[in-house]
């Protein structure tokens, strides 16, 4: 997942500094985050071939990921609450700076108010990733 979190960020640093640096010229830079939403993508997560990882300590945890991802990807979003977001992102006068648009409002708020140890372990406990 480092890769995949590290791209997102990186947009997110590059928005951030693109609506400042873009403010002269009057263009605002917004960030739509959207959660998981419902598209055929999920799918693709049984063609993954984690075979290398068999005997490694990750087999377990990429096993609950692929399970994970299985059953909540097709709960997502509608594409339309989506589509709903960037509507208003980009037809409000005066617009959040970003929209979080998610399935699961209450993950996001924990996510977002609770310290960053305690969003560490609630996972590691969730994916068993803690040592033993």
Same mark, same amino acid.
Request: glycine share 8%; net charge negative.
């Given at each position: 997942m480092g890769p995949y979190n590290a791209s997102k960020?990186?947009?997110? *640093?590059?928005?951030e500094s693109l609506r400042r640096e &873009?403010?002269?010229? *009057?263009?605002?830079?917004?960030?739509?985050a959207p959660g998981a939403v419902a598209t055929p993508i999920w799918?693709?997560?049984?063609?993954?071939?984690?075979?290398?990882y068999a005997n490694t300590p990750y087999m377990s945890q990429l096993q609950k990921i692929r399970s994970y991802m299985l059953?909540? *990807?097709p709960k997502g979003l509608k594409p339309e $609450?989506? *589509?709903?977001?960037?509507?208003t992102a980009l037809?409000? +006068?005066n617009p959040k700076v970003r929209y979080v648009v998610t +399935?699961?409002?209450?993950?996001?708020?924990?996510? $977002?108010?609770?310290p960053k140890r305690t969003?560490?372990? &609630?996972i590691a406990g969730r994916l068993g990733l803690k040592k033993s």
């Open positions: 960020f990186a947009i997110e *640093g590059l928005s &873009l403010m002269l010229f *009057g263009i605002d830079v917004i960030v739509v799918a693709k997560a049984e063609e993954v071939d984690v075979s290398q059953d909540r *990807g $609450a989506l *589509g709903e977001a960037i509507y037809t409000t +006068p +399935p699961d409002r209450f993950q996001e708020i924990m996510s $977002a108010i609770l969003m560490d372990n &609630l």
